[in-house]
């Protein structure tokens, strides 16, 4: 009797993280934490957004099941907006801004992209911000630069501005007003052009950009649906449940957009992995590439997007 009652006192004085930490089964490379019991079949990701206590436990976890993923909002989050030239900014948009780098950010996406970043670093990647959040007499001033470009090479004006939209977004059209997107490049290649992609920088932002939450947001290949050049410096924030089915399943934020907007669709997996909508198949979206203009010029600083 006496042993019994002494065990219960030790037992109740184990602290409550080395319980949760003994439950643990196995920690994964990309820091997903496998755990034993009744979730030991979900996969649980840990959300840099959520609170942390002091005994570095978690303090909420978002969870979901391998084969279905969540319902996207686009009108309630902030993190989906989606701005093109048909889908201007309002005039009145504001973000909250923190310095990142040389240039200023939305806060919100902070703690993702310089994780991003010093990851890279950590991996050999010498990788910098060429461009963050812009407002909006910065990006007319851009629009107008590169406008005047291609009307001082004799274009018209209905050519000019069309040249121009490809490679530079009119004011409240561009995500850099968002302070959601930015241009990536690194110290072995300063410039933005598409050479970058071809680079070891610009290749592990491609395979790994998803994991902190961002999408190459103009991929090689369609122009036809995104309206701007394929840009492999230019990357935007989207959350990592998003990023990762955009990167899985190879389609542009707009394809993703659509799906999304239609009737609060539900999104999910099947058990082969493949993207279904309202328990359609819509995996292998047909992506169409457009020829691009080459203008000859060497893209300088922020005169992209």
């Known amino acids: 009797m006496l042993l019994t009652v002494l065990f219960f006192m030790i037992l109740s004085n184990i602290p409550s993280s080395i319980v949760r930490a003994s ?37 909420d976890f978002y969870t979901y099941d391998e084969t279905i993923l969540d319902t996207f909002s686009p009108y309630f989050d902030w993190r989906l907006i989606l701005v093109n030239k048909e889908n201007p900014l309002d005039e009145n948009y504001a973000c909250n801004l923190i310095k990142c780098d040389d240039f200023e950010v ?9 994780n991003m970043l ?46 121009t939209a490809r490679q ?9 007003e968002t302070g959601l997107a930015v241009d990536i490049v690194s110290y072995k290649h300063r410039t933005m052009d598409t050479d970058f992609g071809l680079t070891d920088e610009g290749q592990w932002l491609k395979d790994h950009s998803y994991e902190y939450g961002f999408i190459l947001r103009y991929p090689e290949g369609s122009e036809s649906i995104t309206g701007i050049m394929y840009e492999p410096w230019h990357f935007r924030y ?18 993703f957009y659509g799906m999304i907007e ?17 328990g359609v198949l819509i995996d292998n979206i047909n992506q169409n590439p457009s020829k691009e203009i080459d203008d000859g010029e060497d893209n300088s600083e922020e005169d992209n997007e």
Not at 31 to 54: F, H, K, L, S
Not at 127 to 133: I, K, Q, V
Not at 238 to 255: D, L, S
Not at 270 to 277: K, M, R, S, W
Request: hydrophobic share 25%; no cysteine.
């Open 118 to 163: 010093d990851d890279a670093r950590y991996e050999g990647y010498d990788l910098f911000l060429a461009s963050g959040y812009r407002d909006y007499n910065t990006q007319q001033y851009l629009f107008n630069r590169k406008y005047n470009y291609f009307k001082n090479m004799g274009f018209s004006d209905e050519e000019a501005y069309t040249a």
């Open 238 to 255: 989207v959350g990592v449940e998003a990023a990762e089915i955009i990167h899985r399943h190879n389609i542009t934020f707009e394809e």
């Open 106 to 114: 939305e806060s919100r996406i902070y703690f993702d992209l310089n």
């Open 23 to 59: 439950s643990i089964v196995r920690y994964d490379p990309d820091g997903t934490v496998w755990y034993m019991g009744e979730i030991q079949e979900r996969r649980i990701d840990e959300i840099g957004d959520y609170a942390y206590n002091t005994s570095y436990e978690p303090y």
């Open 168 to 176: 530079v977004s009119p004011p409240l059209t561009s995500e850099h």
């Open 262 to 278: 239609k009737n609060d669709n539900y999104l999910r997996e099947d058990e082969n992995g493949n993207l279904v909508e309202n």
